[in-house]
Protein backbone atom coordinates (compact mmCIF):
# COMPACT_ATOMS: atom_id res chain seq x y z
CA UNK A 1 0.00 0.00 0.00
CA UNK A 2 1.82 3.35 -1.02
CA UNK A 3 1.43 6.51 1.13
CA UNK A 4 -1.70 8.03 2.79
CA UNK A 5 -2.57 11.00 0.18
CA UNK A 6 -3.87 14.06 1.99
CA UNK A 7 -4.97 17.20 0.78
CA UNK A 8 -4.79 20.42 2.62
CA UNK A 9 -7.48 23.45 3.49
CA UNK A 10 -5.78 26.77 5.02
CA UNK A 11 -5.70 30.39 3.86
CA UNK A 12 -2.44 31.50 5.44
CA UNK A 13 0.13 30.03 2.95
CA UNK A 14 3.18 30.11 5.35
CA UNK A 15 1.03 27.86 7.70
CA UNK A 16 0.25 25.90 4.98
CA UNK A 17 3.75 25.21 3.26
CA UNK A 18 4.98 24.35 7.02
CA UNK A 19 2.42 22.21 7.78
CA UNK A 20 3.31 20.52 4.05
CA UNK A 21 7.07 20.05 5.14
CA UNK A 22 5.98 18.27 8.34
CA UNK A 23 3.91 15.89 6.58
CA UNK A 24 5.56 15.37 3.82
CA UNK A 25 8.19 12.52 5.29
CA UNK A 26 4.88 10.30 5.79
CA UNK A 27 1.91 11.42 3.83
CA UNK A 28 1.66 12.61 -0.04
CA UNK A 29 0.61 15.67 -0.46
CA UNK A 30 -2.15 16.07 -3.29
CA UNK A 31 -2.60 19.50 -2.98
CA UNK A 32 -3.40 22.41 -1.11
CA UNK A 33 -6.50 24.73 -1.01
CA UNK A 34 -7.12 28.11 0.75
CA UNK A 35 -10.63 27.85 1.18
CA UNK A 36 -13.56 26.08 1.77
CA UNK A 37 -15.63 26.17 -1.23
CA UNK A 38 -12.49 25.27 -3.53
CA UNK A 39 -11.89 22.09 -1.30
CA UNK A 40 -14.69 20.63 -2.69
CA UNK A 41 -14.23 20.06 -5.80
CA UNK A 42 -10.50 19.38 -4.54
CA UNK A 43 -11.87 16.80 -2.73
CA UNK A 44 -13.70 15.01 -5.30
CA UNK A 45 -11.00 15.36 -7.92
CA UNK A 46 -8.01 14.87 -5.97
CA UNK A 47 -9.64 11.70 -3.91
CA UNK A 48 -7.43 11.98 -0.93
CA UNK A 49 -7.56 9.22 2.27
CA UNK A 50 -7.19 12.54 4.45
CA UNK A 51 -8.80 16.32 4.73
CA UNK A 52 -6.49 18.55 7.12
CA UNK A 53 -8.38 21.21 6.93
CA UNK A 54 -8.80 24.85 9.23
CA UNK A 55 -12.33 25.58 10.66
CA UNK A 56 -12.30 29.41 9.47
CA UNK A 57 -11.92 30.05 5.92
CA UNK A 58 -13.21 32.15 3.31
CA UNK A 59 -15.79 32.12 1.44
CA UNK A 60 -17.13 28.59 2.84
CA UNK A 61 -16.04 27.76 6.66
CA UNK A 62 -14.12 24.24 7.02
CA UNK A 63 -17.40 22.75 8.88
CA UNK A 64 -19.78 23.55 6.26
CA UNK A 65 -17.53 22.26 3.74
CA UNK A 66 -17.62 19.15 5.75
CA UNK A 67 -20.86 18.81 5.42
CA UNK A 68 -20.70 18.61 2.20
CA UNK A 69 -17.39 16.97 1.53
CA UNK A 70 -19.22 13.52 3.38
CA UNK A 71 -21.82 13.84 0.79
CA UNK A 72 -19.39 12.81 -1.94
CA UNK A 73 -19.09 9.70 -3.73
CA UNK A 74 -15.40 8.72 -1.94
CA UNK A 75 -15.73 10.71 0.48
CA UNK A 76 -12.20 11.09 2.50
CA UNK A 77 -11.53 11.19 6.26
CA UNK A 78 -11.30 14.94 7.54
CA UNK A 79 -9.16 15.69 10.34
CA UNK A 80 -9.73 19.51 11.71
CA UNK A 81 -6.22 21.50 12.49
CA UNK A 82 -7.48 25.36 14.30
CA UNK A 83 -7.18 27.05 16.79
CA UNK A 84 -10.58 27.22 18.04
CA UNK A 85 -10.06 25.59 21.36
CA UNK A 86 -13.73 26.34 22.15
CA UNK A 87 -15.11 22.76 22.48
CA UNK A 88 -18.52 23.32 20.86
CA UNK A 89 -16.65 24.14 17.52
CA UNK A 90 -15.19 20.44 18.08
CA UNK A 91 -18.58 19.15 18.77
CA UNK A 92 -20.15 21.07 15.89
CA UNK A 93 -17.10 19.31 13.58
CA UNK A 94 -17.34 16.05 14.69
CA UNK A 95 -21.37 16.12 14.08
CA UNK A 96 -20.29 17.29 10.26
CA UNK A 97 -18.34 14.13 10.16
CA UNK A 98 -14.57 14.88 11.28
CA UNK A 99 -12.26 12.21 12.19
CA UNK A 100 -10.05 14.58 14.35
CA UNK A 101 -9.86 17.78 16.29
CA UNK A 102 -6.24 19.30 17.06
CA UNK A 103 -5.17 22.48 17.62
CA UNK A 104 -2.68 24.41 16.33
CA UNK A 105 -0.95 25.21 19.12
CA UNK A 106 -0.43 21.16 20.04
CA UNK A 107 2.71 19.04 19.89
CA UNK A 108 3.25 18.60 15.79
CA UNK A 109 2.84 14.82 16.70
CA UNK A 110 -1.00 15.41 17.14
CA UNK A 111 -1.92 15.93 13.77
CA UNK A 112 0.57 13.08 12.30
CA UNK A 113 -1.21 10.74 14.72
CA UNK A 114 -4.82 12.20 14.39
CA UNK A 115 -4.38 11.57 10.42
CA UNK A 116 -3.46 8.06 11.47
CA UNK A 117 -6.17 7.43 13.49
CA UNK A 118 -8.76 8.23 11.22
CA UNK A 119 -7.00 5.68 8.29
CA UNK A 120 -7.85 3.43 11.21
CA UNK A 121 -11.31 4.71 11.55
CA UNK A 122 -10.68 6.03 15.15
CA UNK A 123 -11.33 9.90 16.73
CA UNK A 124 -8.71 11.64 17.58
CA UNK A 125 -9.26 15.32 19.91
CA UNK A 126 -6.52 17.31 20.63
CA UNK A 127 -5.54 16.58 24.33
CA UNK A 128 -5.83 20.94 24.80
CA UNK A 129 -9.85 20.40 24.42
CA UNK A 130 -10.86 16.76 25.26
CA UNK A 131 -11.51 17.16 28.91
CA UNK A 132 -14.45 19.23 27.99
CA UNK A 133 -16.05 18.12 24.96
CA UNK A 134 -17.44 15.60 26.44
CA UNK A 135 -19.55 17.91 28.73
CA UNK A 136 -20.16 20.17 25.70
CA UNK A 137 -21.38 17.52 23.82
CA UNK A 138 -24.23 17.09 26.56
CA UNK A 139 -25.49 20.38 26.80
CA UNK A 140 -28.06 22.38 25.03
CA UNK A 141 -27.89 25.75 24.01
CA UNK A 142 -27.10 28.83 21.06
CA UNK A 143 -23.75 26.14 19.91
CA UNK A 144 -22.23 26.58 16.26
CA UNK A 145 -24.55 23.13 16.12
CA UNK A 146 -27.53 24.91 17.02
CA UNK A 147 -26.92 27.31 14.47
CA UNK A 148 -26.92 24.98 12.28
CA UNK A 149 -31.01 23.53 12.64
CA UNK A 150 -32.06 27.79 12.48
CA UNK A 151 -30.33 28.21 9.37
CA UNK A 152 -30.31 26.25 6.18
CA UNK A 153 -27.30 25.49 4.40
CA UNK A 154 -27.70 28.20 1.74
CA UNK A 155 -28.06 30.96 4.40
CA UNK A 156 -25.12 29.91 6.36
CA UNK A 157 -23.08 30.92 2.72
CA UNK A 158 -24.75 33.97 2.40
CA UNK A 159 -24.47 34.36 6.00
CA UNK A 160 -20.79 33.97 5.46
CA UNK A 161 -20.67 35.82 2.42
CA UNK A 162 -21.70 38.73 3.54
CA UNK A 163 -19.81 38.84 7.05
CA UNK A 164 -16.57 38.98 5.15
CA UNK A 165 -18.22 41.69 3.64
CA UNK A 166 -19.09 41.03 0.17
CA UNK A 167 -22.47 42.81 -1.49
CA UNK A 168 -25.30 40.63 -2.16
CA UNK A 169 -24.88 41.63 -5.97
CA UNK A 170 -21.47 39.99 -5.54
CA UNK A 171 -22.56 36.97 -3.31
CA UNK A 172 -25.45 36.20 -6.39
CA UNK A 173 -22.23 36.02 -8.84
CA UNK A 174 -20.36 33.80 -6.31
CA UNK A 175 -23.68 31.17 -5.72
CA UNK A 176 -25.26 31.81 -9.38
CA UNK A 177 -28.12 32.91 -8.24
CA UNK A 178 -30.21 36.12 -8.07
CA UNK A 179 -29.51 39.15 -6.14
CA UNK A 180 -33.28 38.86 -5.54
CA UNK A 181 -32.88 35.45 -3.51
CA UNK A 182 -30.04 36.94 -1.84
CA UNK A 183 -31.71 39.71 -0.51
CA UNK A 184 -34.41 37.06 0.77
CA UNK A 185 -32.12 34.55 2.09
CA UNK A 186 -29.98 37.58 3.88
CA UNK A 187 -33.75 39.21 5.72
CA UNK A 188 -34.76 35.58 6.63
CA UNK A 189 -31.04 35.40 8.52
CA UNK A 190 -31.31 38.91 10.17
CA UNK A 191 -34.57 37.49 11.48
CA UNK A 192 -33.40 34.46 12.71
CA UNK A 193 -30.53 35.66 14.46
CA UNK A 194 -32.11 38.57 15.39
CA UNK A 195 -29.67 41.03 13.95
CA UNK A 196 -30.50 44.16 12.58
CA UNK A 197 -27.56 45.28 10.62
CA UNK A 198 -24.44 43.28 8.90
CA UNK A 199 -22.54 45.15 11.37
CA UNK A 200 -24.17 42.46 13.89
CA UNK A 201 -24.86 39.56 11.41
CA UNK A 202 -20.65 39.60 11.20
CA UNK A 203 -20.66 39.90 15.16
CA UNK A 204 -22.97 36.72 14.90
CA UNK A 205 -20.91 35.05 12.28
CA UNK A 206 -17.76 35.33 14.75
CA UNK A 207 -19.35 33.65 17.59
CA UNK A 208 -20.57 30.95 15.90
CA UNK A 209 -16.89 30.06 14.15
CA UNK A 210 -18.21 30.93 10.76
CA UNK A 211 -15.72 33.78 9.85
CA UNK A 212 -12.49 34.53 11.98
CA UNK A 213 -12.25 37.56 13.73
CA UNK A 214 -9.95 40.16 11.83
Known amino acids: MGRLRVLLGDDHRMFTEGLRRLLEPQFEIVGTVENG ?10 RPDVIVADIS ?6 I ?11 APKIVFLTMHEDPTFAAAAF ?13 PAEIIRAIQEAMRNRIFISSLVARDLLSTLMEKGAHPET ?11 ILQLLAEGKAPKEI ?6 SSRTVEFHKYRVMRATG ?7 TRY ?10
Open 57 to 62: MPSLNG
Open 205 to 214: AIAHGIVAAS
Open 195 to 201: ARTVAEL
Open 172 to 177: AAILNI
Open 95 to 107: RAGASGYVLKRSE
Open 147 to 157: LRAELTSRQRE
Open 64 to 74: DAAWRIQKLPH
Open 37 to 46: RDLIPAAERL
